[in-house]
Every structure is written in C-alpha cells, then in structure tokens.
C-alpha cells in the first residue's frame, strides 16, 4: 500500500501539492504526534495535482490495515487527475470546494465514470481528455459524460477523445454547455452530423481519423456541387471554428466534401484551419466560390 503522510501542520499551510508516479492503491494518510487521524483537511490548498504511474495496474494492489481518511479541499480551485485509476476509492471520502475553478482529467472513462459519482457540482473551467483502448458500453460512455456536459454547471468546457475504443450512441448524449470538442479518433463521419445538434453550445469543433462508411461516401457524393444564393439547412448555429487536422481513413478530396458538407451548414463560421493537402482546396472554396456569392465573408481560412 503506498501511502501518503504528513504533519498536521503541514496540511494546514500548503497551497500547491503536485504528487507524480502514484501506484493504484496509493491512499491518504495524517499524523500528529504519532497518532493517526481519521480527518485529513488542507485548509489552504489551491491546486492539487496526482499524476499516477503506468507501469502499474490494479492487480497490484495489496491489502493493508491503513484506512484511508476523510479529506477535506475547502479551499481546492485547481484538480487535475492523470491515469488516475480509482477515483472513486481515492473521492469516496473526500469533500471538495463547490466552487472549483478548473477540473482537467485525462484518464480512461472507467476512471471518469468513477469520478463523476463524487460530490462536484461546479467547476469554472471543465477539461476532459480520454485515452486508452479500454472498451465500455455505449451506455456508460454517454451517462459518464452526460454527467459533467450535463449536471455539472461550467462557465468554460472542453472534451479531447484520443481512444480508439469508444462507442457513441447520440440518441443518449446530452451536451448542452459544452463548447470545446477535438475528437482524434476513428468515429463515422455521419456520426459526427448527428452528435452536432446535441451540443448547442459548442463553438470549437477539431475533427481528425473521421472514418467515411458506405453512408457517408453516398451523403457525400450526393450534395450539390454548385452553391446557390440559399445555404442549406443549419446544423449548427454556434460554431465559430472547425478543425480538420488530418486524412487517415479517406483521401483528400473525400475529407474536402465533408468539410464544405458541414461549414456549408454553420452559418456563424468565423475560421476554418486544415491540414497542408486540404487547405488548398478549402481555400479555393472560400474565395472563389463562397464569398463571391456574399456567403461566409468574414471567415479566416488558415
């Protein structure tokens, strides 16, 4: 068991606490005058950092007699969780400041499904990063996040998906204040047309690995070539930028139509950035066609 003690008197006075290379049954722990505590309070931490080690996993969790303790972050307004692999063992006993203002975890969804059952209700900034190629059920994956986009009242909030193992089912998915999205993973191109509409705040989308199935290929194929004096159909009407960062499963001229597809159809477009093959062609998109025709005039394409 790796545990973590220190003087009372230490937790009362320390204002930034970065602990890096934690095993999965690290625990929290108090002395004072040799006697442990069941009550472990930082009256004065503004930032808590816990950075967990890969190497190890939970088969390698030993049993001890050590209890963990109730901690106490009344102060906490920065929490940052990477690889953190029981939350909800490290959280369970803990109370943290209703008033946080950045919560940045970059961990599995198991990790983040765990911590979402703690008692955050508010945080300023919300930064959510998941990795790994754990699977879970569509499901989980769309409670878990439904639980911070959702429940958990944020001023600022983004989401970066890097695992290739995540299922997404839109019919679940409840993102209403979420504002940031980058998405570097291999989901379906009209995936990603459906899980737009659920996000009515979002103003960043970054889009990278888009996979273009049967479906996607015939959307595409199918949309008019010319553009008219009427745009289509909104399917967004708060995205201000889109990113298309790189071609992996499709070629260019494919990642091209899915590009016009979706900014033809954000009408409060601002910018647009694309990778070094594909910024030609938007660029020609914009200037020769778009523009010329009174449409998009203010967008910065880079």
């Not at 049993?63 to 972050?73: E, Q, T």
């Not at 490290?90 to 599995?108: D, E, G, K, W």
């Not at 690995?209 to 199918?222: G, Q």
């Amino acid at each position: 068991m790796q545990v973590f003690s220190l003087p009372l008197i230490s937790a009362q006075s320390v204002k930034t606490l970065a602990l890096a290379s934690l095993r999965p049954d690290f625990i929290w722990q108090t002395r004072f005058y040799g006697l442990e505590s069941t009550n472990l309070k930082f009256s004065n931490l503004r930032q808590l950092q816990l950075r967990f080690s890969r190497s190890h996993t939970r088969r390698e969790v030993i049993a001890s007699d050590n209890v963990p303790v109730h901690v106490h972050f009344p102060t906490l307004k920065v929490l940052e969780l990477f690889d953190c692999p029981h939350t909800d063992t490290l959280f369970q006993q803990a109370t943290i400041t209703p008033n946080l203002q950045c919560l940045n975890v970059r961990s599995s969804i198991s990790t983040l499904s765990a911590l979402s059952r703690t008692r955050i209700a508010t945080v300023g900034s919300l930064e959510i990063t998941l990795y790994g190629y754990e699977r879970v059920s569509t499901h989980e994956f769309a409670d878990t996040l439904n639980h911070f986009y959702n429940h958990v009242r944020s001023r600022k909030s983004g989401l970066c998906i890097y695992t290739h193992a995540f299922a997404l089912d839109t019919h679940e998915i409840r993102w209403p204040y979420l504002q940031s999205v980058f998405i570097k993973a291999p989901v379906p191109f009209t995936t990603i047309l459906r899980l737009i509409p659920c996000m009515q705040s979002l103003h960043y989308l970054s889009l990278a690995e888009l996979e273009f199935d049967h479906d996607a290929v015939t959307l595409l194929t199918s949309q008019d070539s010319n553009i008219g004096p009427e745009l289509p159909t909104p399917i967004s009407q708060t995205i201000r930028t889109l990113c298309f960062t790189s071609c992996v499963f499709g070629t260019t001229e494919t990642v091209f139509s899915a590009a016009k597809y979706v900014a033809l159809r954000c009408p409060l477009l601002e910018k647009i950035s694309a990778y070094d093959k594909l910024l030609p062609l938007v660029c020609g998109l914009f200037d020769h066609e778009l523009k010329p025709q009174g449409h998009f005039t203010q967008v910065k394409v880079c």
